[in-house]
């Protein structure tokens, strides 16, 4: 992998006030979207491979904050 752009939204506004029963008070439950988009090198073609015959390929993210 040379670069990954990952991006996740949740659909909600921000909202100061937090009820007593711990949710986010005028926030009705939404649906979240994860997207994006990533650079590889191929070391062979079993990705090429994957690709050309539409076949998912596994990946494992992680975050590292600075």
Do not use: H, W
């Amino acid at each position: 992998m040379v670069s990954a752009e990952i991006t996740y939204a949740n659909s909600l506004d921000r909202i100061e006030k937090i009820r007593s029963d711990g949710r986010i008070d005028g926030a009705a439950p939404s649906i979240a979207a994860l997207t994006g988009r990533i650079k590889v090198r191929f070391v062979n073609q079993t990705l090429v491979t994957q690709t050309i015959d539409s076949k998912a390929c596994e990946m494992e993210f992680t975050y590292a904050g600075r």
